[in-house]
């Protein structure tokens, strides 16, 4: 009887898993299923990943690593993901891809030209100068004329999106076209990751900084590029490491005024920005956000192989800032350029990426490949390596996993971004939600039907002539794989009269803390990591935290953005549990540009929503004072 109970259960359990399969296997599911995946990854085809020493993997390597397929560290060793990714888009830089890598592959085309002579890599020495050489042509728009030939630009462009189309498995794992537009004026990073839809809809030639460093020149190159059918979005990235310049108020990159249509242009083309990768988080800034006691989460402030230190504008650097004054600019331009979406990317030179604190492997080939290297305060172009951090992870609600499906997803913005984790995040906004009740399961089709058909999910537009408050779900269910849930927050942010302001709320909360009335605070979770092992216990947290939340404060005649952060309960950061194979104390601080950084023993894990906007109609704003 025992064996026949068991198998019983064994049988109910194997179809609970295939029940939770179906939409996957069945088609389209209209109440969509979240896929993980990478925006923004390098490979040997990178003119400055090959010189950083990544010279054994291309493009199909990276997609294979994504497959959770293992593939080889440009050091040699062996590198794989624990759980395969949904899809990927490999993003080699524009200027210069495949070039170097080419010119030192005996029997092709490139090697054949009397140019390739000056890429061969025989020596440290050759490598160095490579660098300096390519690097300087880009930074003073210098191209070398015989590597930006159409015909040798092209012909990579188009071995590129090949390669693409060959790991596309509609349904299982979907790839996208892709490159970096590498702009980066003063060493100001201006950088965008530019996604094609369809493999058989691309140019014959991406856009580079070399055709402009400009990216008010990359909009109307992507217009164009839309009027001949070619769907294409960008994703702006390191906007912490862009001085100012990623999220302008006054003038355009050319110094001219900004204006309605340079809003409509932006806004159009850039409905993401990349919050969190190996250089640092862009949400916000501590001086930013003084009142944010979670502010101070990775923060990098460098700009790009810049050797001494000197002042950097924060102002300009930061999401939230710019998703504020996006809000205020839209009374005076008619449009707001910054309303983005978040997702989460790696940046990471090696082909495969490190998305875990227990894997962190680096990220730009034998620079940061080593243990020893890693812990040793060792300088990677003026950036102490000990203040990079594991990638980000971009989780997309869509349909199917598909192209068509998940390029929607990311055009109306209905994504998220982790800090490394695969935490699943759903986040609604509207005014049905105050009898809603959520004991059912994350994924149960009564109360998303519900959220759907009275609502808006992440990303959407919140528009009504009503004079109460509208109502957000919020819920959040942990990696399995990863630390329990402390709290879930939505981070408000409103303008009025020309000012921005912001306030964070903690909304849903692990174990029975409750708010302090006198100061306003939630007490912290805990904290089971134990230093000198480098461990933690999940004995604190929750698996899952959800609510449904009326804002307290609202005012109907003022535009506002609501986006959910949810974080876990503190565990170790990879300095400290490498630091522990070594058999050495973690490292206290690490000195970028000759400033001296703590460096923290322990993170809180995170993911971010994208946000939900609240306009007030046109009956509300003329009614108000």
Request: hydrophobic share 35%; charged share 25%; with cysteine.
């Amino acid at each position: 009887m025992r064996t026949k109970a068991l198998v019983a259960i064994m049988l109910s359990f194997s179809l609970a898993v295939l029940l939770a399969a179906a939409p996957a296997l069945a088609g389209k599911n209209p109440l969509r299923d979240v896929y993980f995946g990478e925006t923004h990854v390098h490979t040997g085809w990178s003119f400055d990943a090959y010189i950083f020493g990544n010279r054994l993997t291309g493009p199909a390597e990276a997609y294979k690593y994504a497959l959770g397929k293992p593939i080889k560290h440009p050091m040699g060793y062996t590198i794989k993901l624990k759980h395969p990714l949904d899809w990927l888009a490999v993003t080699d830089h524009s200027e210069y891809a495949g070039t170097v890598q080419q010119a030192n592959e005996p029997g092709s085309a490139i090697s054949k030209m009397p140019i390739a002579e000056k890429l061969k890599v025989r020596s440290e020495a050759d490598i160095q100068r490579i660098f300096s050489w390519l690097g300087d042509t880009i930074a003073k728009n210098q191209p070398v004329k015989e590597l930006v030939d159409p015909k040798v630009a092209g012909a990579i462009w188009k071995e590129n999106v090949a390669i693409a189309d060959k790991y596309y498995q509609p349904g299982k794992f979907t790839t996208f076209p892709a490159y970096e537009w590498t702009s980066t004026p003063n060493n100001c990073n201006l950088h965008r990751n530019v996604l094609f839809k369809d493999a058989k809809k691309v140019p014959e030639v991406p856009f580079s900084s070399f055709n402009s460093q400009h990216p008010e020149d990359l909009w109307k190159w992507m217009d164009r590029e839309r009027q001949a059918g070619h769907e294409v979005l960008a994703i702006s990235h390191n906007a912490n490491l862009s001085d100012g310049l990623m999220f302008p108020t006054k003038v355009d990159s050319r110094g001219r005024p900004l204006d309605a249509a340079w809003a409509e242009a932006r806004m159009r083309n850039e409905p993401l920005s990349e919050v969190k990768q190996i250089k640092g988080q862009s949400e916000t800034h501590p001086q930013l956000s003084p009142n944010d006691e979670f502010a101070n989460f990775e923060v990098l402030d460098y700009l790009l192989f810049v050797q001494k230190n000197r002042p950097i504008e924060i102002h300009g650097s930061y999401i939230r800032e710019g998703l504020e004054n996006g809000m205020a600019m839209q009374d005076r331009l008619g449009h707001n350029p910054y309303m983005v979406g978040f997702v989460g990317g790696s940046d990471s030179h090696d082909t495969g990426t490190p998305y875990r604190q227990t894997n962190f492997f680096g990220a730009h080939g034998s620079n940061d490949g080593t243990l020893k290297e890693r812990l040793s305060g060792l300088n990677f172009s003026g950036l102490d390596i000990l203040q990079e951090n594991p990638a980000g992870l971009t989780g997309v609600w869509a349909e199917e996993n598909t192209r068509e499906a998940i390029f929607a997803a990311l055009q109306r913005r209905e994504v998220y971004a982790t800090s490394g984790p695969r935490h699943k995040l759903r986040f609604f906004g509207g005014w049905g939600f105050k009898g809603l009740k959520l004991q059912d399961g994350f994924g149960n089709k009564k109360w998303l039907k519900t959220a759907y058909e009275q609502g808006v999910p992440m990303g959407s537009d919140l528009t009504s002539s009503r004079a109460t408050a509208p109502s957000f779900i919020v819920w959040a269910v942990k990696d399995h794989d990863s630390a329990n849930l402390d709290r879930i927050q939505i981070i408000k942010g409103w303008t009025k009269n020309g000012q921005t302001f912001e306030k964070i709320y903690d909304v849903a909360l692990s174990g029975k803390r409750r708010i302090d009335p006198l100061t306003g605070k939630l007490p912290a979770v805990g904290n089971t990591v134990n230093i000198p092992t480098a461990t933690y216990k999940n004995t604190i947290g929750a698996i899952e935290l959800k609510a449904v939340w009326t804002d307290p404060d609202f005012d109907p005649n003022l535009k506002a953005f609501y986006y959910a952060r949810v974080l876990e309960i503190p565990t170790p950061r990879w300095s400290t549990i490498q630091a522990r194979e070594l058999g050495m104390a973690p490292p206290a601080t690490a000195k970028t540009m000759g400033v001296e950084h703590p460096v923290p023993q322990t993170v809180q894990e995170r993911a971010w929503s994208s946000p939900i906007w609240y306009s007030p109609a046109d009956k509300l704003r003329k009614n108000a004072k």
